[in-house]
Structure formats: C-alpha cells, structure tokens
C-alpha cells in the first residue's frame, strides 16, 4: 500500500510505518509472518523500546492514549477506551474483540478523537485506519486518514466493520531526535518487523505496536412499511366506504415486510415492534387524530404482512375525513426501513358524496316596459329553478334530501321553502310572488342549501374543492324605459339585444360504491319499557356515482341582432282586381299614384 502524507521528517516516517504495519496486521491470515534474515537481528516491543529510552536517557515520560466517540445513525454512542486489563493485555486477533454495536448496511458512522496527552503539550499526528470486511472475511474497502476527524463511507455489504485510532504528541526525547512520541497505550496490539529501523540500529528491530481498536457488526438492509388501502370500520367493526356525521368510525393499516431476512419487533429498545402513526382531519382541517401512535404485539416475518390495531375513535358532524397512516421514524433510525418511499404517511379520502347544484334559474316576464309615469310595477313575477342531488345513498335511507332554497332580490328574501330532490335526482319548481320591477335590471339570486346549514346538509365531493360554488344562480329582468310617441315615427330597421349564457363543465368517472340496508325485524324481546325490541339484517347494495375530478363554471355574453324592412304591401279591390288585374303593391303604387305606409 502507498500512502502519501503532507508531514515530513520524523512525523513522516512515523505515520508511513505504524500505517503499513497495521494493515499488514489485519491480513494476517493471508500473509506469514517475516522472519529475519541475519540469525543476530533482535526483535523488540515498542513498549520495550521505550523502556529502553527511559534507561539509556534517565528520563520519564508517557505516551498519548488513543481514545475516541463512535455515533451511529441508528442513535447510539459508544465511548472507546481501553481499559486496564485491555492496555496491560491488548487484543491480538479480530476475533477477540466484540462489537460495540450493531448496524444496518447504509446507516453512517460518525467517528471523533477523544485521546489524552502524554508527556507533550498537544497532538501532532492521527492515524485512523477503518476496514470493511463482507461476510467472507474479504476486505472490500479500508479508509487510512491523518486527518483529526476522518470522513467514513456507510458500509454496503454486511460484514463488520473494524476502526483503530493511533496517536501522537509533541514530546521531544532530548538525544533521540527520530523518536515520535506514538501510543503505547491501546486495547490491539499489532506485530510486524519493520522495513525501517526506527531505534537506528541494524540489529534491533520494532515489531509490537499499539492502537485503540472498536468493532461494529454490518446486516443486512430490513425494510417494512404501510401497504394502501387505509380501511375505516363502524361502531359495529364493519368496514365501511362512506361514513355519517356524528358517529364514531376507527382506521387501520396493513405493514409488509419488504425486504431482508431478520424479523423486526424482537427487541423493545434495538429493534421494536412495529408501530405506526394515525392522523385524520375533517374538510374544515381540523386534526381529529394528530399523529396518535399504535403499536402492535405481533413479530413481523420477512415476506409477511401483519394487519396494525386500529386507531381511537374519531367522528365529526361534516361527514368527510381525510385517513393518513405512516410509520413510526423510529424504525428507519433504527435501521428497519431503508426505504423510506413506502414509510408513508399514505392517506384516504372518506366521506357522504354529498351535492346540491341549482342547475337552472329563469324568471318571467325577461322585460317589462315602463309607462309615462311610472317609476316601479308592482306585479307577479314567476321563478323556474330546477336543482339537482348528487348524493350517496346510506344506511336507513336518512339522509337528508329536502333542502332549503332561497330566492332574493337586491339580498332581500322574497321566497324561501324546502323542496324533495332525493339523491341521484332533479326536481324543477315553479313558484309566483309578488314583486316590484324598476327601470334598468332586476337582478334576483338563487340558492339551493344556503347557510347556516342543518346538521347533515354539510356537502362534499370529492375533487371540488368548493362543493357549494354551483349552489346558486342568477338571472335579471330588463325594466324597459318609458319612450316618446315621436319615437315610434323614427325609422327602426334593426334590433340589437344581448343575451348572457352561463354554462358548466363537470367531468369524471364511473365510481361503485357500497351501502349497508337494514332489514328491520322484530328479535321477540321487550325493553324494560315493555317495547318490542328491533335489530337489523344488513344487505350490501352496489351502486354507481359519478367521481367528479373536474368542474368549472364560467359565463359569457352573447350579442345579438336582427335588421328587417318593409318589401310589399298589398292591396286588393274590385277597381284593381277589373282595371289592374289583380294587387296593388301600396309601397310602389306606379305613376300619378301616391301611397303613405
């Protein structure tokens, strides 16, 4: 291996060796150890060597101590130090050392020097060296840094992973210049016969040196998460695809195991048992459950799906709600789902398609002319509205369908009354009232369901955001002026009117639906009241509606006109019919003959 570092000198030299001997030391199994070549070659310790220092200088001194805090993604920190029994006894084979922890193939490490000083004032070198080994023992990838804080890649095959730390200070040995103040303190000791004489002398040689070493264990990736569809169950735990206003409904979702082979939920703090999150909101956006957490006591297998506890009650008097489900982030911290695009919140729209629109509003008479002295016309006026109820059906048939309608004049109610219109169906009505009529327009407005509205006319449909912008119309009555007699002399060849058409686009699709019937009979019991106590038989019934995606509104005015004149006028006597043959043309009665039209 080749390593290029910025130091020069001593530190240089230093580094490039502790580097190459640790390295060598991990491949142990693949390369025998070296044996000298000159039978008078001696072999010593690094920790000996400093012994050795200490005499031959009368001097004490101590060595750093490499220490450091590994971080998981998976929330763990692990504080590695050797302790006394590993610093007098340090490791020598991977197999002796346990993993601090254990870790998902993905999940990042986090690796921060924690050493303490020896004998120098302040750290002047790092050696980190990290390997990766797959299940086979192969090393598929080592990271070998100076840098204080090194940057380390996640791991990608499971396997473990091996981090070591060796350190240096600044201590100066007075008389040995080459001497670089590294660890002799550490739980790995590594042997290996050193390709430059560090002591400067040709029959002694270094083979023993010291790091502090961490262990972590690398699985395979495990990913769960929420399946669709989101299902919703009564009071009575049926499933249920529309709910009522003001009754209590529950929600509950699947969790697939996806992939890997470890099964989760086998420990409550490592690895718990799945646990989901439940949010619902009405069509007013009101949290009815906000993130309520649910938690199962099943294991789930690989390949397996398991079915969650529903969540608590929830109901609300608009009858729509809106059903999110995710799973809890603890899982995906802890290294059970790596794939976070099936962690959700996945959610469902439920509620009464419920939709009143006033399809058409027309008055009579369209204009109303003015005498000399008239300022209002005090007359019948006669409405045509036909509205519309694009409604589910639901269990008992109680729905409401008799809205209120309302018809104003200038905001002023000039009639109001509940009209039938039951779901799926359109009803017109005619109604006369008295009102009076001004010069120039009459605007009046309709409006079926109008506020404040009753318990159950709070309408829905789904892909309108606004369900009650087509619940009103307008149309006018054109109060004509009263015009001079001089006027009806003038020559008059064309009429010019204009004309207002409102129109509407609804598009969607063919969507099946359920309801529950109850078929009401008699059990034979009696209440403490002595009243005859009922139950239901349930029927499902299938029915089709239309699911809007699309709906707009818009008007446009339209202008119009006709021209016309006066081609003949025709005139017959006996005088003509004897002496002309026939009909006289009055427009062009012929010569000395004079006509006025």
């Known amino acids: 291996m080749k390593r290029l570092r910025k130091n020069k000198g001593k530190n240089n030299i230093g580094s490039r060796i502790l580097v190459i001997v640790l390295l060598l ?15 008078d070659v001696e072999y010593i310790d690094y920790r000996d060597l400093l012994d050795v220092y200490k005499r031959k200088y009368n001097v004490d001194f101590d060595t750093p101590t490499p220490k450091f805090e590994l971080k998981i993604e998976n929330g763990e920190t692990h504080f590695i130090a050797p302790t006394l029994k590993e610093d007098a006894n340090p490791y020598k084979h991977r197999s002796q050392i346990k993993p601090v ?10 690796v921060t020097h924690k050493s303490s ?9 790092w050696d980190w060296q990290i390997y990766y080994r797959d299940e086979n023992d192969n090393v598929y990838n080592s990271i070998i840094s100076d840098k204080e804080k090194p940057n380390i890649p996640a791991p990608t095959k499971p ?9 240096a200070d600044d201590y100066e040995l007075k008389g040995n210049p080459r001497h670089l103040n590294s660890s002799s303190h550490g739980n790995w000791r590594t042997e290996k016969i050193m390709d430059f004489n560090i002591p400067n002398n040709p029959d002694l040689q270094v083979k023993g040196w010291y790091f502090t070493g961490a262990k972590i264990k690398v699985e395979e990736i495990t990913d769960i998460g929420v399946q669709h569809p989101i299902k919703v169950y009564d009071e009575n735990n049926r499933e249920v695809q529309f709910i009522e206003p003001n009754k209590n409904y529950k929600a509950s979702v699947d969790v697939k195991h996806f992939l890997g082979e470890e099964i989760v939920g086998l420990d409550p703090a490592k690895n718990p048992k799945v646990k989901v999150l439940y949010t619902v909101t009405d069509i007013k956006k009101r949290f009815l459950l906000n993130k309520q957490p649910v938690q199962t006591n099943q294991i789930l297998k690989p390949k397996k799906t398991i079915t969650m506890p529903k969540s608590d009650n929830f109901a609300t008097e608009t009858g729509f709600v809106k059903v999110c489900a995710e799973l809890d982030p603890i899982h995906r911290k802890l290294g059970y789902s790596s794939n976070p695009s099936n962690d959700g919140p996945i959610c469902r729209e439920i509620g009464m398609i419920k939709n009143y629109s006033m399809k058409d509003f027309q008055v009579f008479p369209k204009s109303v002319g003015f005498g000399k002295n008239d300022t209002v016309i005090k007359r019948p006026i006669t409405f045509i509205f036909t509205i519309s109820n694009e409604s589910s059906p639901e269990a008992k048939m109680n729905l409401p369908s008799s809205p209120l309608v309302t018809i104003r004049d200038k905001g002023k109610i000039i009639w109001s009354g509940t009209v039938l219109v039951q779901p799926g169906k359109t009803t017109t009505k005619t109604v006369t009232v ?10 009046f407005e309709a409006e079926v369901n109008p506020p404040p509205r009753p318990p159950g006319e709070t309408e829905f449909k789904p892909g309108m955001p606004d369900p009650y912008a087509d619940n009103k119309k307008k149309t006018s009555i054109l109060g004509v002026e009263y015009a001079r007699c001089q006027e009806c002399f003038k020559p008059h060849k064309r009429n010019d009117w204009r004309e207002k058409w409102d129109w509407t686009e609804t598009l969607g699709n063919v969507a099946n639906g359920t309801y529950s019937y109850c078929h009401e009979y008699n059990t034979g019991k009696k209440d403490k009241n002595g009243n005859l106590i009922t139950a239901c038989n349930y029927e499902t019934v299938s029915y089709q509606y239309c699911k809007t995606y699309s709906y707009k509104e818009w008007s446009e005015i339209h202008d119009y006109y006709e021209t016309y004149q006066i081609k003949e006028v025709n005139f017959t006597s006996k005088y003509s019919k004897d002496v002309q043959g026939g009909t006289i043309n009055l427009k062009n009665p012929g010569y000395n003959k004079e006509g006025k039209i």
């Open 434 to 443: 008295n009102g009076n009529i001004y010069v120039g327009n009459n605007d």
């Open 117 to 125: 000083l020896g004998s120098g004032k302040k750290f002047v070198r």
């Open 101 to 110: 922890d254990t870790i998902k193939v993905g999940q990042k490490l986090d």
């Open 159 to 167: 396997g473990e992973i091996m981090i070591f730390l060796n350190i």
């Open 25 to 39: 030391s991990m491949m142990i199994p693949l390369f025998p150890t070296m044996k000298a070549e000159a039978a």
